[in-house]
């Protein structure tokens, strides 16, 4: 498999070759999510999810984002009551 480098150094996530690599820091991110359930002790920030999880604090709010339209088009009742 290729990976294809951008000019700045970083995986190109849009090429198509690179979805493999994706993939494992995808199962390595839901990894230390679910290590972070299962201790967790209080509610956290982005912050400190992305402290955690080692990417950035924008990747952490588009992630929600993504969770938070998938919950509205599954179960809009629920998201109208929790977030409005």
Known sequence: MTIKINMRGKENKSYAGN???SQKRTDAINKK???MVENMT????QAEIAEYC???KQNVYQ???NAKK??????KDIYKEWYR
Not at 42 to 45: G, L, N, P, T
Not at 70 to 75: D, N, S
């Open 19 to 21: 979805i493999g690599h």
């Open 33 to 35: 999510l679910s290590e």
């Open 42 to 45: 209080h509610a956290y920030s």
């Open 54 to 56: 080692l990417m950035s």
């Open 63 to 65: 992630i929600e984002l």
């Open 70 to 75: 998938k919950m509205y088009q599954g179960l």
